[in-house]
C-alpha cells in the first residue's frame, strides 16, 4: 500500500479518506471519498447535489481533469421555473434565488464515478459505504458552516422539512459541534453505492429527484439527468520556472485566469506582490470583458489563452498525494444552496440557476446541456519527483489563493510557506480597483488603492495542499479556515 497524505477542510473528511487507503484504496479512491465525505458534512458551504472538477496526475497516464460540474437544465421543460429570491448580509450583502427552480443539473456523482472508473482500486459500493457509515449517526456542525448558515440559514435552509429538521433545532440554527442528522441521505448514498452512479441518472432515483423538483417549480427534467455525462479533459498546462502546472481548462474560467495571472506576473516589469496584484487586476479585467459576457465560454477562453501566448487543449477543497508520485486535487461547489433536499433522498441541491452573477440571462436555461461558468481551478503541479496538488475554495478569490500560493510555491517555499504566506486580492467596485491585502506584504509600486485586513482572513481563500518534495510526503491545511490533514501508511 503506498503512503498517502491528504487534505480536506476537516477530520471527518480526512478520516473517512485514511479509512479507505488503509483498506488498500488508491490515492484516486481516497480522493474521491475525501470529496463527498466533505459535500455532505460541509451543509450550506457545499451538496453532493452540486458539481465540480478533479485534476489527477498519476504516473503513468496522461494527466486528465474529470469535469463533473453543473449543467443548464431545462431539457424538454415547458413553462417557467419557480424560484425565490432571497438577500442575506454574507460577503457584505447579496441577493440569490433559491428553490426548486434554481437546481441546475448535479454532475458530482457522474464525476466521482469516471474518476473511481479510470483510476479506482477499491469497489465503488465501499467507496459510498466509507462516506454513509461517517454521517448516518450524524456529524458535528463545522465551524466554516456554521459560519456561512448564521446568514444562509434562515432564507435559504429554514423552508424545506428535510433541510429544516437537519439544521434547525426548532427555530434555533444549531451550534458549532453540535450533531447535523440529514433523514435519508446515508441510505440514499448506499444506494447508490450498490446500483452505480447511473441510479441518480437513468434510474428510480433520478427519476424520483426530477419530479419532484418538478412538482414545486423545478426545470431539471428526466431527460436532463439521462443525458448528462462526465468529461475527460486534457487540463491547460502551464510552464512556470522549473514547474509544470496543470490546472482546470474551458470552459471553466477559473484554471484560464490563473493561467493568465501567472504569465502577466512573469512579464512584468515589477516583481513579488506588486507584480501578481498588477496581473491579478488585468486578469480579472479580461475574465469580466472577454469571458463572463461571452454564449460560449470554450470558444471565449481558447481566444484568450491564444492571444497570451498560452495553449489549451463557493466551495470545498481536498488533495491528497502518494510516495509513488500520484496526486489529486479536487474542488466541487453547490452555489448558495438551493435549500431543497427532494425526494427524501437527503441530498441537498445546489442553486446554480439562481446564481445571479453567473446567470446573466435569468433563471431560466437559455441553453440546456451546457456546462455552467466555474471559477474553480484544483491544480496539479509537478517538478522532476516532487508533486503538489492544491485547491481553493471561496468564489473568485479562488483564484488569487491559488496564484499567489504557486508564485510563492515556485520561488522557493515549501508547501505549508506558500499556502501560510499573505496574499493580495483586487476588489472592482463604485470606488473603480483596489487591493485587498494581508498584513506583511511590501506593495511599493502598486498603482491602486489598497485595503489592508489585519490578520490572514478567510476572505482570501482557504487552500488545501498535499505534496511529495524532496521524497517527503506531506501536506498542509490553510489556516484561515478549519481544515485537517493525514499521513496514511
Known sequence: MPRMAIAGPSGLVTDAAARIAEVGGSVVDAAIVAALTAMCTEPGVCAPGGGGFLTIDILGNRPVVIDGYIAQPGKGFEGEPVGREIWMEYGGGMTSIVGSGSVAVPGVFAGLAMASDMFGVAPWRELMEMVAMTIEDGFPLGRAAHHYLTYAGEPIF?????????????????????????????????????????????????????????????????????????????????????????VNPPPAVGGVTVAI????????????????????????????????????????????????????????????ADDEGGAVAGTFSAGYGSGVAPAGSGLMMNNGMGEIELCLGGLKAEHPGRRMMSNMAPTVARRG?????????????????????????????????????????????????????????????????VRSFADLDMFFGGVNGTALEGGELHGHADSRRQGSVVLVG
Open 261 to 320: 495571472a501567472l504569465k502577466a506576473a512573469a512579464e512584468s516589469n515589477l516583481s513579488g506582490p506588486p507584480a501578481w496584484a498588477e496581473a491579478l487586476v488585468s486578469a480579472f479585467q479580461i475574465r469580466s470583458d472577454e469571458l463572463e459576457p461571452h454564449h460560449d465560454l470554450s470558444k471565449a477562453a481558447e481566444h484568450v489563452l491564444l492571444r497570451a501566448g498560452l495553449q489549451s487543449p463557493s466551495t470545498i477543497s481536498i488533495a491528497a
Open 158 to 246: 429554514s423552508h424545506d422539512e428535510t433541510v429544516r429538521t437537519a439544521l434547525f433545532n426548532g427555530d434555533r440554527l444549531l451550534e458549532v459541534g453540535e450533531p447535523v442528522l440529514i433523514q435519508g441521505l446515508a441510505s440514499t448514498l448506499r444506494y447508490i453505492g450498490e446500483e452505480g452512479a447511473s441510479v441518480f441518472y437513468k434510474g428510480d432515483l433520478g427519476h424520483a429527484i426530477a419530479d419532484d423538483l418538478a412538482s414545486s417549480g423545478g426545470q431539471l427534467t428526466r431527460k436532463d439527468l439521462e443525458t448528462y455525462e462526465a468529461i475527460p479533459r486534457t487540463p491547460l498546462t502551464i510552464n512556470l520556472r522549473d514547474w509544470r502546472l496543470d
Open 385 to 449: 519527483p516532487d508533486v503538489v496538488a492544491i485547491g481553493s475554495p471561496g468564489a473568485d478569490r479562488i483564484t488569487s489563493a491559488l496564484m499567489v500560493t504557486l508564485e510563492w510555491l515556485v520561488a522557493g517555499m515549501n508547501l505549508e510557506e506558500a499556502i501560510e504566506h499573505p496574499r493580495v486580492h483586487p476588489e472592482f467596485g463604485d470606488w473603480g480597483v483596489r487591493i485587498a491585502t494581508e498584513p506583511g506584504l511590501d506593495l511599493d509600486g502598486i498603482h491602486y488603492p
